[in-house]
Structure formats: structure tokens, C-alpha cells
């Protein structure tokens, strides 16, 4: 069975930075894209970052580009989001997760095109 669990998240003030991890279980994310989601209170899901299965091609979020960065450690099959220049609209639930298909942000960007979700970690940013 696979297993996606989110940690790191929490209290941050704003300008401050969080390192989120997405740790796998019952799958080699390396043969996998690992997308990180995030979802606001009374807003849809978005995606923020996508690591390609190949882990070299990265797309980000207008919003988070250049202040996110997303990557793997294979040996520990774990895929991180770094998080700096937190700002208070930063505030959501984030989510991993991981799919075996898709090609661009576009199609990345569909939570249609994953297939395992972990459960979320809350980030909270105070202004």
C-alpha cells in the first residue's frame, strides 16, 4: 500500500521560511512526478510545485516562483518544498502528492493526474 505522509509545516512569521517533506512509503518517488498542493480555507486546491519524474524539470506557481523550491533525496525517497519569504496568503493546508503521468504544469496542475495523496500539513504565516 502506498503512504504519503506531509511534515514541517506550522507557525511562521512572515519574511520567515519552513521546509516541507514528503516522505514515501509503498512507492519509489524517483519513478514518479511529486506535485505539493496547497488549499486555503473556503478556496480550491492549487498547485504550487511539481518535480518531474526525471528530477531535473521543476515548475512552480507564479506565486511561489522564486520563493519555493522543490526537490528530492532519493535515497531517503523523500521530496522536500522549501519555503522562504513566507507571506501571510502563504496560509494553507499542504498537501503532496504523486502521479505517473503528466508532461507540463498545465497537466500537473489538474489533481485529476494524481493518483496517491498524503494527509496535509497546516502552514500557518502571521503577518
Known amino acids: 500500500q502506498v503512504h504519503l505522509a506531509e511534515s514541517g509545516g506550522g507557525l511562521v512569521q512572515a519574511g520567515g521560511s519552513l521546509r516541507l517533506s514528503c516522505a514515501a512509503s509503498?512507492?519509489?518517488?524517483?519513478?514518479?512526478?511529486v506535485g505539493w498542493f496547497r488549499q486555503a480555507p473556503g478556496q480550491e486546491r492549487e498547485c504550487v510545485a511539481v518535480?518531474?519524474?526525471?528530477?531535473?524539470?521543476?515548475f512552480y506557481a507564479a506565486t511561489v516562483k522564486g520563493r519555493f523550491t522543490i526537490s528530492r533525496d532519493n535515497a531517503k525517497n523523500t521530496v522536500y518544498l522549501q519555503m522562504n519569504s513566507l507571506k501571510p496568503e502563504d496560509t494553507a493546508a499542504f498537501y503532496c502528492?504523486?502521479?505517473?503521468?503528466?508532461?507540463?504544469?498545465?497537466?500537473?496542475?489538474?489533481?485529476?493526474?494524481?493518483?496517491?495523496w498524503g494527509q496535509g500539513t497546516q502552514v500557518t504565516v502571521s503577518s
Open positions: 509503498g512507492r519509489t518517488l524517483s519513478n514518479y512526478a
Open positions: 518535480i518531474a519524474r526525471n528530477g531535473v524539470n521543476t
Open positions: 502528492a504523486t502521479t505517473s503521468r503528466g508532461y507540463s504544469f498545465t497537466t500537473y496542475s489538474n489533481q485529476g493526474t494524481y493518483d496517491v
